[in-house]
């Protein structure tokens, strides 16, 4: 036991458990501790906004596999962390927010930045640690860390402000990270006579390969079974895009090749997969989902178990550890799919070879309205935009995407060879993500090169953080698809609301000359031959300490919608609005 400081225990706290950065604003509610960051070692970022803190808490935490951390004023500061907090949820990120809270001698006074900030984190964290006394500041802390590192999931630590002051006594506990095992062994036995029966086995690698960091055993078990591999949704760095059996994600605006493959399966291994309704929804016209294989799923968390799907063998465990038993108990053993070894491969390329024939045609989008403004309205196709970006990204590329129509499409384009490199809004599916998520990523990665995929609608609300960027020293590069539109909502009134577009429309000035204002550097492209080159460059800059923003100006052409199940016709009943149908 130490005499210090409650401040001075929640530093050595965060040090022990590897803390090296802190994104947040600057406050007087948590100043006593910000004040001795620097020498235990950990570096303090301020951003621009505190959403963006903790998209950048996210980030970090997901390209370095350790906890990102986010910090903020009292009350609005940290009402502000919300969307983010929800975001890294759904990303499985572990995140630790920090939230100073008015002081224990005014609460519930209505004072100035009051508001009871428990209630606004509770079903967006795992764990919520409240500090009632200031002695518990260490031991509250480390539960925070551990809780969220072992839950792969946001925690928060909930301090009054007048609680990092006075004496204390106390010992700084260590990290506590808990082991993953296999699973059962009977479940075990189990999966592994599925997939020794199996004629046709396709194994989905899902984001828990990526965070058991099980790239490699998935690779192993694929190639013993010589399966087809397909990405789960938004997870298109849990299995390298250039090895044989590769498919491709599922989901939106996904893989067809993929897709295909996964019709033909007998037996289906999600392997760190919650297979969630948007990755398994039907696609390109196709309702993939094999109505008669039997399937096998595994999940670090018992409630994503039989959750989505209806399974035949449920496996808790780690991924990596999952892979590498399952491995060793098909082995030596003969299996069914040996037989169809050559015709399944010849299968796979064929299939995967049309794929890339089609998208290499797919020039623009094929809809009465797009061929409309494809025409008309000026500006480069998407689709050929996204084909160039896809040959220029450098190969250990960090790849940021927000939520919109030309960056779902996107999901298409995104081949990676290294896990760790693809990071989606995932299922909260917020925009603003993109932009402050890859600075995140690249404080923890600072030698990758950093991209961020955005609309120019999503960019509004996060391209403040380019100031973050150039105040810190942060190169990133931000390609900004400029179509002037809330493209993904303005495909819903195109196929649902006669093209009303009420609201959707943007017109905007030009986002690389505002990039110029902020100090970084700032490029409009008009020409498909200028694509490549101008991310090549921004890329190379990033060696340089340069921020780049690339404006690409694109047609109003729009990809298929989310889910054509989401809307229905209009219905209108009063005379005045019938004309709305």
């Given at each position: 036991m130490k005499r210090m400081t409650p401040s001075e225990a929640l530093v050595e706290t965060m040090a022990a458990h590897g803390v090296t950065n802190v994104f947040g604003i600057v406050g007087s509610a948590f100043m006593d501790a910000l004040d001795i960051f620097e020498p235990a070692g950990i570096r303090f970022i301020p951003t621009v906004h505190e959403q963006g803190s903790a998209h950048m808490a996210d980030g970090y935490s997901r390209v370095t596999g350790r906890h990102g951390v986010c910090v903020a004023q009292n009350g609005p500061g940290i009402t502000n962390f919300v969307t983010g907090i929800a975001a890294a949820y759904w990303a499985h990120s572990p995140v630790v927010a920090i939230t100073p809270e008015t002081g224990t001698n005014s609460q519930g006074l209505g004072g100035f930045q009051e508001t009871e900030q428990l209630p606004y984190f509770e079903k967006i964290t795992k764990y919520q640690g409240h500090l009632s006394r200031s002695d518990r500041m260490a031991e509250i802390a480390a539960r925070c860390f551990n809780r969220a590192i072992n839950e792969n999931a946001p925690t928060q630590l909930n301090i009054p402000r007048d609680l990092?002051?006075?004496?204390?006594?106390?010992?700084?506990?260590?990290?506590?990270?808990?082991?993953?095992?296999?699973?059962?062994?009977?479940?075990?036995?189990r999966a592994a006579d599925l997939l020794a029966e199996a004629r046709f086995p396709v194994i989905i690698s899902g984001g828990g390969v990526v965070m058991s960091d099980g790239v490699a055993e998935c690779i192993a078990l694929a190639e013993r079974l010589s399966a087809p591999v397909v990405n789960s949704y938004l997870h298109n760095d849990s299995f390298p895009a250039s090895h044989k059996l590769w498919a491709g994600p599922l989901g939106y605006q996904g893989s067809k090749?993929?897709?295909?493959?996964?019709?033909?399966?007998?037996?289906?291994?999600?392997?760190?997969?919650?297979?969630?309704?948007?990755?398994?929804?039907?696609?390109?016209?196709?309702?993939?989902?094999?109505?008669?294989?039997?399937?096998?799923?595994?999940?670090?968390?018992?409630?994503?178990?039989?959750?989505?799907?209806?399974?035949?063998?449920?496996?808790?465990?780690?991924?990596?550890?999952?892979?590498?038993?399952?491995?060793?108990?098909?082995?030596?053993?003969?299996?069914?799919c040996d037989a169809s070894r050559d015709e399944r491969l010849g299968t796979?390329?064929?299939?995967?070879?049309?794929?890339?024939?089609?998208?290499?045609?797919?020039?623009?989008?094929?809809?009465?309205?797009?061929?409309?403004?494809?025409?008309?309205?000026?500006?480069?196709h998407p689709r050929q935009v996204l084909r160039e970006l896809e040959k220029a990204m450098p190969g250990n590329a960090m790849v940021s995407t927000d939520i919109g129509n030309i960056c779902s499409v996107s999901n298409s384009y995104l081949r990676f060879e290294q896990p760790r490199s693809f990071f989606a809004a995932m299922s909260f599916g917020n925009c603003g993500y993109a932009l402050p998520a890859i600075i995140g990523c690249k404080v923890g990665a600072p030698d990758r090169p950093a991209v961020a995929y955005v609309g120019d609608g999503a960019w509004a609300m996060s391209m403040v953080e380019i100031l973050t960027c150039v105040r810190e020293?942060?190169?990133?590069?931000?390609?900004?698809?400029?179509?002037?539109?809330?493209?993904?909502?303005?495909?819903?009134?195109?196929?649902?609301?006669?093209?009303?577009?009420?609201g959707s429309n943007l017109n905007s000035p030009s986002w690389a000359g505002i990039a110029r204002s902020m100090g970084a550097e700032g490029v409009t492209v008009d020409k498909l031959d200028d694509?490549?080159?101008?991310?090549?460059?921004?890329?190379k800059a990033q060696q340089e300490g340069k921020t780049t923003v690339i404006e690409i100006n694109v047609s109003r052409e729009l990809g298929d919608p989310f889910r054509r199940d989401a809307l229905k016709h209009p219905k209108r009943l009063l005379d005045k609005y019938k004309k709305y149908m």
């Open positions: 990092f002051y006075g004496e204390i006594e106390c010992e700084i506990p260590g990290p506590k990270v808990i082991e993953r095992g296999a699973g059962g062994e009977r479940e075990l036995d090749a993929g897709m295909q493959l996964m019709e033909k399966a007998d037996v289906v291994l999600a392997l760190g997969s919650r297979l969630g309704p948007f990755g398994t929804l039907p696609q390109h016209g196709l309702d993939y989902w094999p109505k008669d294989a039997r399937i096998i799923q595994v999940d670090v968390n018992p409630d994503m178990l039989g959750l989505v799907k209806n399974t035949d063998v449920d496996l808790l465990g780690d991924a990596a550890s999952v892979a590498r038993a399952l491995l060793a108990r098909l082995k030596d053993r003969k299996l069914a796979i390329e064929t299939t995967k070879a049309q794929w890339e024939k089609e998208l290499d045609s797919w020039s623009h989008e094929r809809d009465d309205w797009s061929l409309k403004v494809a025409d008309s309205d000026g500006g480069l020293n942060i190169p990133v590069t931000a390609v900004v698809f400029n179509n002037r539109q809330w493209g993904a909502e303005k495909k819903n009134q195109v196929d649902y609301y006669g093209e009303r577009f009420v694509v490549g080159g101008a991310l090549a460059a921004a890329c």
